[in-house]
């Protein structure tokens, strides 16, 4: 059986069978990361669990394990260290009020308030004393549960530290603090535990917007089934203001979808036969029958889900440069609040001032929104994206977007439309209406994507028939109007007939000076018109162009297998660096040549065709991924929508998360330095103390959060 190793916590490796099975429950009440890493050891002590993994950002536990280890188990192992387990396509969560952790906090703080108001009004000690304690009791069941698992797995967190912080303060009488304390670290705890989950439960919602049951055809008649057991190839009935429960086909009927669950385009879509709908979509005004092209667990808003998920539980650099600086920093402060509380006394100084102080520096010692600081934001910028139709496939791939200098972008199909379009028409004999008419008339018969291009432009004018219709392939048409007889084509057809175009010369060579493809009308005697034809450049094109540049891109280079004249005119349209005849493999090596050069480079393209560059570059971005498996696979940020702006918006939010994580780490850094300085002068106190870790805490939280709830763009 085949083997692969898989790390685990605290480094070395376990050998994993191949065959070994996966469990992935979503964790709740986790409000940092050490919460995360306890769990981790107490799933992990399970007999037959080979490797477990838990996210705080995402809530997520993913465990590989025996056969014989029952989800049960995993489950209770969960909660044995504290923690809960959501239950299974639960549509909402419980209003704050009602979450049993914020009750007990409620009731901790009236606890408290009593105790306080009647130590102020000299009361008798025995019954403000009783009641702190009840406020202790109260609100500290949870915290006191986690800190004992914690310990049982050896791991010290921020739940070990406050209740070694609570538990001194009522050794020295201090009982009015140690109840502050932990109404304090509670209220925190709970309030940046319902803010992460709320952007948790955000993204989870879009896998929940297939419908449950769908309308299907069988037998020739309609029948209400779960969605899950719809099969390829089965037709469904879909009415107005249903949503789609799988990628499909339609086959009969027209009407107009909402996809803005999975591209993020908020304009409704026309459909009808031959289209293609996508799981989530909103049906319009029609009703429509579907083929379905995939399962509903294969659909691609599940998957767009799935992917979603997994992103946010990988971890960014940032967030891994923070881990190692906390394994360092925690134990520092720690054995730094040992050696306040001991040595002092030891040399004649206060027992009891000098231990308060030791518990207050090891308060400060927990690293909690320094460790929280960048996961929140990689959360919510993740999350931000899957909402405006961007697939960002992980921390590493939203930082490596954020810190984008160049960026290399295919042309074909990316900056163009990937379709020629008639640019120009130069009448040599008659006028110019007369002919694009005459032109028209001629291709009207022939499949070439030129003769389509001038057929478009001719639009809705009426053609002069014609006979002796003939087609040359490769080379054009030709046949009879209106009594003469026409030729059709590029220029070679014309050097074959013999026919000059000396007449023309002037005009062919502006055509293609211009990078356009040149197409002759003429007749038996000489040329009538030139025709210029060019792949169009996306109308959104230069706008988006401009808002790279805004957003801090200072190189733009597109990459293009076309000839150098078409390709030049594109890039001077949009006004870019451009390099022409590169074949696929040249391609690869322009993106790494740039990434070496500017020490990471972007490349965009349709994630198919493009591929390998995609891969070769720092962070690889495909576009109109929606429905495609291959872009959903190979690229590191996956474009729902065909439209270049998004690429800008993509690139703008990763900035706004880059810049967040920093914030994020500078004002935790620096309220942590700045408390650890005072705290041995005695200048913070217990209650001071908690309040700075669960403000910049509970501060950084809603600093990285304010990426998810900001308003969409394109």
């Known amino acids: 059986m085949g083997r692969r190793e898989l790390p685990v916590l605290g480094g070395g490796g376990v050998s994993v069978p191949a065959g070994a099975r996966r469990t992935v429950l979503r964790v709740e009440g986790m409000d940092c990361a050490a919460c995360a890493a306890s769990v981790e050891r107490s799933v992990g002590r399970l007999p037959g669990v080979y490797r477990a993994t838990v996210s705080f950002a995402a809530g997520r536990l993913e465990a590989e394990h025996e056969a014989s280890v029952s989800r049960e188990a995993l489950e209770g192992a969960v909660r044995e260290a504290g923690y809960g387990v959501a239950v299974p396509r639960r549509e909402e969560r419980e209003p704050l009020w009602r979450e049993r952790r914020v009750v007990l906090t409620g009731v901790a703080a009236l606890l408290f308030a009593a105790g306080a108001a009647l130590q102020l009004a000299g009361g008798p000690g025995v019954a403000w004393i009783s009641l702190y304690a009840a406020a202790i009791a109260a609100g500290g069941v949870p915290i006191f549960r986690a800190a004992f698992a914690a310990l049982r797995s050896r791991h010290m967190d921020m739940n070990v530290l406050m209740s070694t912080a609570v538990v001194g303060a009522v050794g020295i009488g201090a009982w009015g603090e140690a109840a502050l304390v932990v109404v304090l670290f509670a209220a925190g705890g709970a309030l940046q535990v319902y803010a992460v989950e709320r952007t948790r439960g955000a993204v989870r919602a879009l896998a929940r917007l297939v419908p449950e049951e769908v309308t299907v055809l069988r037998g020739g008649m309609e029948l209400r089934v779960p969605a899950g057991e719809v099969a390829v190839g089965e037709v469904l009935v879909v009415r107005p203001g249903e949503r789609f429960a799988v990628d499909g086909e339609v086959l009969e009927g027209r009407t107009t979808v909402d996809e803005s669950p999975v591209t993020g385009e908020s304009a409704p879509v026309e459909k009808g036969p031959g289209g293609a709908v996508l799981s989530g979509s909103l049906n319009g005004a029609g009703a429509v029958l579907v083929r379905a092209v995939r399962r509903a667990e294969d659909s691609t808003l599940q998957r767009i889900s799935r992917l979603v998920e997994e992103a946010q539980a990988g971890k960014a650099p940032a967030e891994r440069f923070v881990d190692r600086f906390a394994r360092v920093y925690t134990p520092l402060v720690v054995a730094g609040a040992f050696a306040v509380a001991a040595v002092p006394p030891l040399l004649g100084g206060d027992f009891g001032t000098w231990f308060y102080r030791g518990l207050a520096l090891l308060v400060v010692a927990c690293p909690c929104s320094l460790v929280i600081s960048t996961p929140v934001t990689i959360v919510s910028g993740i999350g931000a994206a899957a909402r405006r139709g961007v697939l960002v496939k992980g921390g590493e791939a939203l930082e490596a977007a954020g810190n984008l200098r160049a960026l290399l972008l295919d042309k074909t199909g990316t900056l163009t439309e990937g379709r020629p379009v008639l640019e120009r028409v130069v009448a040599l004999a008659g006028d110019r209406e007369e002919a694009v008419v005459l032109a028209a008339a001629l291709e009207r018969r022939s499949e070439h994507p030129l003769a389509h291009a ?84 996306r109308p959104e094109a230069p706008e988006a162009i401009r808002a790279l540049r805004e957003a801090g891109v200072e190189e733009i280079v597109m990459l293009t297998g076309d000839a150098e004249a078409p ?148």
Do not use: C
């Not at 005697?525 to 169009?536: C, S």
């Not at 001077?572 to 022409?580: E, Q, S």
């Not at 990763?654 to 935790?668: P, W």
């Open 454 to 537: 001038i057929l478009s432009a001719a639009g809705e004018r009426e053609l002069p028939e014609v006979a002796g219709f003939r087609s040359i392939p490769g080379r054009g048409a030709e046949g009879e109007v209106r009594g003469r007889r026409y030729l059709v084509g590029s220029p070679a057809l014309f050097a074959e007939r013999g026919i000059p175009l000396e007449a023309a010369g002037p005009a062919l060579r502006e055509v293609e000076r211009m990078g356009e493809t040149p197409v002759v009308l003429g007749d038996g005697e000489g040329p009538v018109a030139v025709f210029g034809l060019a792949d169009a450049v």
């Open 567 to 714: 390709a030049r005119r594109v890039a001077d349209l949009l006004d870019i660096d451009y390099r022409a005849r590169l074949l696929p493999e040249e391609k690869v090596a322009a993106v790494r040549e740039h990434v070496e050069r500017r020490g990471a480079a972007g490349m965009a393209g349709d994630g198919v065709n493009d591929a390998p560059a995609l891969a070769a570059a720092t962070v690889g971005f495909a576009m109109g991924a929606a429905g495609s498996d291959v872009a959903l696979e190979v690229a590191d940020v996956a474009l729902m929508r065909d439209d270049l702006r998004s690429l800008a918006g993509a690139v703008r939010l990763s900035r706004a998360a880059e810049r967040t994580i920093k914030q994020n780490i500078f004002a935790s850094i620096l309220i942590k330095g700045l408390f650890v300085a005072l705290a041995p002068f005695g200048f913070v106190t217990l209650w001071l103390a908690v309040l700075a870790d669960m403000g910049t805490s509970i501060g950084v939280t809603l600093n990285g959060l304010r990426l998810f709830s900001g308003r969409r763009r394109p």
